[in-house]
């Protein structure tokens, strides 16, 4: 009886000399940083061109959609007619304020919680219930207890990060390998050696990781509390934008929030390899 010739695999291809093909893809095998690049700005170039498609094409009324151009035009304006820069400066100071308050209190307890059982046995139940609470769903009584100011956002910026992050946090925390932790006490380490000499080292990197990701989270709530009662920021001017059906500057807002968090996003992405270069982000 005859046998079917197993399919070359990548690996025999090139072992054998032969080139592998271009799109050939290998899970969990890096790219080069040019590549990388390449491919994630087609999808942008690709995502415009399907958008001008849709526009300039009259498949959809610009009533409920604006073209490219347009959404640009009106985008300038708002910067020279309208002070939008002063809105830009306004949201980010929110989220960063109401972000680094979340962080400060939830990096400790977090550590906290992972490090010693029965701190995460106390505090463990009720954060996991608040998790699960929309941090939108409070800015009725928080308008009611702090008024439309400044306090008010940074309490629902807070409310939707804290309890994220501690969580997450202490999972980590949590997470650190046993044989370290032996090893640690092997050596004549103590119980505070172990947190300050093991866990926090160890977790660092995965640390910095959940608050970049949080972060995009903070930029979700701030939007949600400038979409009500706020006289400044770019919810408050998608709002009004809103009212007047102009979808223009309502889509230059929005990419505006993405660019910001995309930027935001590459800085601590960059940072995070600066402070933990033993580390693959």
Known sequence: STRSPTPATSSDANARGRPVAPLAMTPLKPIPSGRKAVLGTAFFVLFVAAWSAATFGGFVSKTFLADPVTMLREGCALFAQYGFAGDIAITVWRVVGGF???????????????????IEAFFEPFVSFARYLPASAFIPLLILWAGIGEAQKLAVIFIGSFFQLVLMIAVTVGNTRRDLVEAAYTLGAGDRGIVTRVLLPSSAPEIAETLRMVLGWAWTYVIV?????????????????????????IIFGIIVIGLIGLASDFFFKWLNRKLFPWKAF
């Not at 400060?104 to 010693?116: E, F, K, N, Q, T």
């Not at 509390?225 to 009212?243: K, R, V, Y």
Request: proline letters at 5%; aromatic letters at 2%; glycine letters at 12%.
């Open 225 to 249: 509390a400038e979409l009500i009662g706020a006289s400044s920021g770019i919810g408050h001017m998608i709002t009004d934008s809103q009212a007047l059906l102009a979808t223009d500057q």
């Open 100 to 118: 680094v308050l979340a962080a400060a209190c939830a990096v400790p307890l977090g550590i906290a919680m992972g490090a010693y059982k029965p």
